[in-house]
């Protein structure tokens, strides 16, 4: 990232900063706006944050450490809905549409658009797929999947599911962290300068980095939130529909755009990687976030329930990722599966009384796929690769 950009960014963390001090009363719409800046803006200080921090954290420990502050811009929105559901029932309802429009977003829209973008970036060399070598996020995608489904199927999120999926991320993140990375080095004047200066005053100017992203990410989840929701009514567009989509696409945007740049800059694997590894991160600690702040805004150990909507809005969610799961099962993501995956993430806006048809048909079409192309076989070959990590040990 280059210098100016960087100011753009402080600055954008800085205003909302400004608004709660001074305790400005602005216009919701005006209000909702800085929110946003202020939610990504975040997001881009944390990438720069944690980039140069890799430098002093033990690799043992990174993975988890990088993955928790990832999720952060992402999960700051949902954490504060599901804890005002715990209070006002209606809110938990947007919890669960801004939880199921991360993931679709992040699995029907980001995976393919960034496989079109480095086809294309690659069209002269007649490339037309991405060679992966995710074993481990694989097998652990699918995992949290399939443990989606019983969610779907009890009609319940719990403190033990919560419990289930965060053991699942931290085995997840332990495999991780075990495992050999060749990551290409992420080019930007800002993290050279930060990465250049003498370990305490880098380890302090990644540190104000955290702290101030953080600041900025507390202030604008709030104000944000609410703002959809009231802007919604105003304008008698469904709140549910805004909470679903603007904000997961506000949150997430920072980390779209750098894999966007990885993947234009022909590091395509690595790109879609970092996506998949953050599917694994939202199927698990994103779901498992819901009913712990619900618990806390209720004030006791509480079941979080889905009616008959948001059990559609998760089935939906999960069979997508099934699909998506077995299209890249033979370790490679061809530009064709990327157009039909992005395809069935249009046809869920068109035929929105569907959702539960179009889930069928997906899981259906999926245990199709994993016959024809002998799916259980790439199954049991990437279990091998991730038990050969443990033998290592």
Known sequence: MNFPLFIIFIFGILQIIIIKVLGLNLNVYLLTLLSGIGIISSGFILSIASE????????????????????????????????????????????????????????????????????????KQKIYKIELDIHLEKIFLLIATIYGFFITIKSSLTIFDAIILILIFLVYSYLASKQEHIEPEFEGDVQKFIINLSKSRRIL???????????????????????LIEIGKNLVIDEFFLIQWIAPFASESPEF???????????????????????????????????????????????????????????????????AIVVILNDRFHIIEAILILLFFFITFLLKNYHFEISIFLIVLSFIILIIIRGFYYISNSLIKVIKVLQKE
């Open 52 to 123: 140069t921090a890799q430098k002093d954290i033990p690799r043992s420990f990174a993975t988890v450490f990088l993955a928790l502050v990832a999720i952060l811009p992402e999960y700051a929105v949902d954490i504060y809905l599901a804890y005002q559901g715990g209070k006002d029932p209606q809110y938990a309802h947007y919890a669960l549409a801004n939880m199921t429009g991360a993931n679709r977003l992040l699995v029907g829209a980001f995976w393919p658009i960034v496989v079109l973008v480095f086809v294309i970036s690659k069209l």
């Open 205 to 227: 100017t990644y540190t104000l980095l955290f702290i101030y992203a953080g600041i900025g990410i507390l202030l604008s989840a709030k104000p944000f939130a609410e703002g």
């Open 257 to 323: 755009i750098i894999v966007l740049i990885l993947a234009l800059r022909g590091y395509g694997s690595w790109a879609i990687g970092t996506l998949i590894s953050s599917e694994v991160n939202q199927l698990t600690l994103l779901v498992a976030a819901i009913p712990i702040a619900f618990s806390v805004g209720y004030g006791s150990i509480s079941i979080f329930p889905l009616d008959n909507n948001q059990v559609i809005e998760m089935l939906l969610t999960v069979s997508l990722s099934l699909f």
